[in-house]
């Protein structure tokens, strides 16, 4: 993408999504389809890409509204994979990786998500990897999704995967434990091949995970979470914060903003 691009304002038409950039000037980009969700300013709308994305799989795109660069990936777990990505205890652990270091260095108000598309769970790699062709995303280094099976590298891509920057390496590592977690690699052990499959569990053992809704006091939104710690990631918060918050039988807001409660 060339030129200046700014503050991006979602603007629909029938066959083709144009993003109107707001600068000293005018300045239009068109994609070849329509995407499924717009979030247009990510530090705003964190709850609300958790919430609504829970138990979905798709195509996502990061877009840096400044310069228009893009990443484009995808998860069977949009709402676990987006939710990793809005905590910058991660972005900081994976600062080799070019998309968590621009949004580090940008920060999350100046840059635009959008869902491209659901799709079923074993049809993500593939859709991808046609979004990863079609848009040719600037922050993806890699420019092959998922498995290399039946996909030819270009010359100057075969040259980085004999010789890997540090960079390559962040975001082969980073692309292995992403599979991992959501194909059947990591899969095996789950549903009848787990070795528990079938078997009862002895009396007290596990622990069913605890229903959190979060009031925000300053929006009035309120937003349920799975766990303390999925709230914790959303929120951008620690953990035991939450947990201090019920031990103390807290009932203000916590800093001001947010009501905790067990559901």
């Not at 829970?54 to 795109?61: D, L, T």
């Not at 580090?104 to 769970?121: A, N, Q, T």
């Not at 593939?126 to 099976?149: C, W």
């Not at 996909?151 to 960079?167: G, N, Q, V």
Request: aromatic residues 12%.
């Amino acid at each position: 993408m060339t030129g200046n691009y700014f503050n991006v304002i979602d603007v629909f038409t029938s066959n083709i999504t144009s993003f109107i950039i707001q600068g000293s000037d005018y300045f239009y980009f068109s994609l070849s389809f329509v995407p499924a969700v717009v979030y247009p300013n990510v530090d705003k709308q964190k709850e609300s890409i958790v919430k609504e994305n829970r138990n979905k799989s798709g195509v996502y795109q990061w877009i840096n509204n400044t310069n228009g660069n893009s990443y484009v990936g995808s998860s069977i777990n949009l709402s676990k994979r987006l939710l990793e990505y809005l905590n910058t205890r991660y972005l900081l652990r994976n600062d080799n990786m070019t998309i968590c270091k621009a949004l580090v260095k940008y920060g999350y108000s100046e840059f635009s998500l959008v869902i491209i598309e659901y799709c079923d769970p074993e049809n993500c790699v593939e859709r991808e990897q046609y979004y990863i062709d079609t848009v040719e995303p600037e922050y993806n280094i890699l420019k092959f999704a998922g498995s290399n099976k039946g996909f030819k590298h270009s010359e100057e891509t075969l040259a980085k995967l004999k010789d890997p920057s540090a960079e390559v390496r962040a975001l082969a590592s980073a692309r292995m434990k992403e599979l991992w977690k959501d194909t059947s690699f990591g899969g095996s052990r789950k549903g009848s091949n787990h070795p528990m499959y079938g078997k009862v569990k002895p009396e007290g053992s596990g622990r069913a995970s605890q229903i959190i809704q979060v009031l925000d006091v300053t929006t009035n939104v309120t937003t349920e979470y799975n766990s303390m710690g999925e709230a914790a990631l959303s929120l951008n918060i620690k953990q035991p914060l939450i947990s201090t918050y019920f031990s103390n039988n807290q009932t203000k807001p916590y800093k001001g903003r947010y009501i905790f409660k067990k559901i």
